[in-house]
C-alpha cells in the first residue's frame, strides 16, 4: 500500500481492521504446553503470526544475600534476526531490554512464584528459575505474548525433590520425585495500539504497531487487580479511555484462562 | 555477569541439579543400526523471514530462516532449539530447506546426517544417533550429501576407535541415510509450494 495510513483509516471507520477484526479482537491465540523436552518447563504461544517459545531451567544457586530466604527467576527475552529482519545478531537490542524489564516487573509485581517458595535451605541454597523467551516469528504484540508463555511455561515446570543430607551438607537430588510448582496468580497480559490519538486497536499487528501513534499494555490477574500498566511514551490516554481498556483487559484474562486450563487439562501426565 | 547492564542480573553462579543426583548410567537400548528416526519437516512457516524451515527428528528440533539479500554479508541466519542428537545434520538439512524456500538458486539440496560409534567391547556404527547414544559414543560423524548429483558436500567427523574401514563404511552408510530422507524433504518443499501459491493473491 502507497498510503499505509490511509488504507488504515478507511477500515477503521467502518470500525475494523483491514485482516477482518474488529478493534476489540485478538488474533487466534494457540498455546502448546511441553514441547521442549531438554527444559524443566516449555511453552510455545502464537498470536496470529507472532510465535513466541519460552524455555525454562531450574538450577541451584545461593540464596541472595539481603534476601536469605528468597530464590531467584531471571527471565531473559531474546529477539532474534530470524524473527524479524529489524533486528541483527549480537547482544539484547532495546526492545529486547525493554521487554525482559517488562517481563520481570509483571514477575515481580504479580507474586506470580513466591520467591520464597524457591528457597530449599536459607542462607545456603534455593532454586534459580532462568526463563528464556525467544521469539520466532515478530508481528507485533510480543508483551501479551511473552506474559502467555512465561506463565504457561511456568505452569509446566517440574523440581525435583532436593533434601540436604545433615551429614555430608550436600544436597542430594530425587529426579523420580518431581512437582509443580505453586503459581499464586496468573498474570495476562492485554496490549493495545492508539490511533491518530484517538482510536484503541487491541492486539496490534506489526504494522499497526508502526502506524500507531502510542501503545499501552495492561496486566491483570485473576482478581481484576492490576499488575503492570505499560504505556511508553505516545498519544495521550483519559481516565474513560485508560477505564475501557481495563475492561477488555478483564475479559481477555477469561479468554486466556480457560485456554491454558483446556490445553493443561488434555495433557497426558509426566 | 558482572556490568552487563543488558540482561536482567540473577546469581553470580549456578549449578545444574543433576550433578546432585543418584548417578543413574541409563545406557541406550539396542536398536537397528541402520534405522532412521521420523522427521518432520515443514517449510515456509516464518511470516517475517524470506525462507524458513524447520525440522524435527526424534527429540532435536531446529528452525531455521533465511532472510536478505543483503550487500557482502550472507543471508543465513540459524536458530531455535537443537538437543537431542544429531543436531548438526538437523541444521544442514533444515538451513537448505530455508533457502530452497528463500528461492536462493542452488544446484541441489544439501541433506546431513549423523553417526554415532558405539563403544567397546562391541563398536558398532549407528544411523542418526540420539542424544543418549551420542553422550555414550566413542566417537561421532556427520555426513551432508547433495542427493542429486550424489556428491558429497561435507564429512566431519571426530573420536577414537574401530578399524579405518568401518569409517568408510559409515560414511558410506551416512550416505545411504541421506538419500532416504530426500523424498520427505521433496514433498516438504512441494508442499509449501502448494500453501503459498494457494496464499498469493490472483
Redesign the interface.
Known amino acids: 500500500t502507497v498510503e499505509p495510513l490511509e488504507y488504515y483509516r478507511r477500515f477503521l471507520k467502518e470500525n475494523c481492521r483491514p485482516d477482518g477484526r474488529e478493534l476489540g479482537e485478538f488474533r487466534t491465540t494457540t498455546v502448546n504446553i511441553g514441547?521442549?523436552?531438554?527444559a524443566d518447563g516449555s511453552a510455545l504461544v502464537k498470536l496470529g503470526?507472532t510465535?513466541v517459545?519460552c524455555?525454562v531451567?531450574?538450577?541451584?544457586?545461593?540464596p541472595?544475600t539481603d534476601a536469605p530466604d528468597k530464590g531467584?527467576i531471571?527471565?531473559?527475552v531474546d529477539l532474534?534476526?530470524?524473527?524479524?529482519?529489524r533486528f541483527r545478531?549480537g547482544?539484547?537490542g532495546e526492545e529486547a531490554?525493554v521487554t525482559?524489564?517488562f517481563i520481570?516487573d509483571v514477575i515481580e509485581n504479580s507474586q506470580v512464584i513466591q520467591k520464597e517458595d524457591l528457597c530449599i535451605s536459607p542462607g545456603k541454597l534455593a532454586w534459580?528459575l532462568?526463563c528464556d523467551l525467544?521469539c520466532?516469528?515478530?508481528?507485533g504484540n510480543i508483551l501479551d505474548a511473552c506474559t502467555f508463555a512465561l506463565l504457561a511455561a511456568l505452569k509446566d515446570v517440574q523440581l525435583?525433590e532436593?533434601t540436604i543430607n545433615e551429614e555430608t551438607a550436600?544436597?542430594?537430588?530425587?529426579?523420580k520425585k518431581k512437582s509443580y510448582l505453586n503459581i499464586g496468580t496468573h498474570p495476562v497480559a492485554t496490549s493495545f495500539a492508539v490511533f491518530d490519538d484517538t482510536l484503541l486497536l487491541v492486539d496490534p499487528t506489526?504494522e499497526e504497531e508502526h502506524l500507531a501513534t502510542g501503545t499501552l499494555t495492561v496486566v491483570m490477574d485473576e482478581k481484576g487487580r492490576l499488575c503492570c500498566l505499560h504505556k511508553p511514551g505516545g498519544s495521550g490516554l483519559n481516565g474513560a479511555k485508560l477505564q475501557d481498556c481495563m475492561s477488555r483487559a478483564v475479559t481477555r484474562h477469561k479468554e486466556v484462562k480457560k485456554l491454558m486450563e483446556e490445553v493443561i487439562k488434555s495433557m497426558k501426565p509426566k | 555477569m558482572p556490568g552487563d547492564h543488558r540482561r536482567i542480573r540473577g546469581p553470580e553462579e549456578s549449578q545444574p541439579p543433576q550433578l546432585y543426583a543418584a548417578c543413574e548410567d541409563e545406557a541406550p537400548a539396542a536398536r537397528d543400526p541402520t534405522r532412521l528416526r521420523p522427521v518432520y519437516a515443514r517449510a515456509g512457516l516464518l511470516s517475517q523471514a524470506k525462507g524458513s524451515a524447520y525440522l524435527e527428528a526424534g527429540g532435536t528440533k531446529v528452525l531455521c530462516a533465511v532472510s536478505g539479500p543483503r550487500q557482502a554479508e550472507g543471508g543465513e541466519r540459524g536458530g531455535g532449539p537443537a538437543g537431542g542428537g544429531s543436531a548438526l545434520a538437523a541444521a544442514l538439512t533444515a538451513a537448505a530447506l530455508a533457502l530452497a524456500d528463500a528461492g536462493v538458486e542452488m544446484y541441489d539440496l544439501v541433506v546431513g546426517c549423523g553417526l554415532s560409534l558405539t563403544p567397546e567391547p562391541t563398536p558398532t556404527w549407528m544411523l542418526d544417533p540420539t542424544r543418549l547414544e551420542e553422550e555414550h559414543a566413542a566417537a561421532g560423524l556427520t555426513v551432508a550429501l547433495m542427493p542429486v548429483l550424489n556428491q558429497v558436500a561435507g564429512v566431519l567427523g571426530s573420536g577414537e576407535g574401530a578399524q579405518t574401514d568401518s569409517w568408510a563404511d559409515a560414511v558410506r552408510l551416512g550416505l545411504e541415510g541421506c538419500q532416504r530422507l530426500y523424498p520427505v524433504l521433496q514433498q516438504c518443499l512441494v508442499r509449501a509450494a502448494r500453501r503459498r501459491g494457494a496464499a498469493a493473491p490472483p
Open positions: 514441547s521442549i523436552s531438554t503470526n510465535t517459545i524455555g531451567k531450574a538450577e541451584f544457586a545461593t541472595p531467584y531471571v527471565p531473559n532474534p534476526p530470524l524473527c524479524s529482519s545478531a547482544p539484547p531490554q525482559s524489564q520481570a534459580v532462568y525467544i520466532l516469528d515478530y508481528d525435583p532436593v550436600l544436597a542430594e537430588v530425587n529426579l506489526a
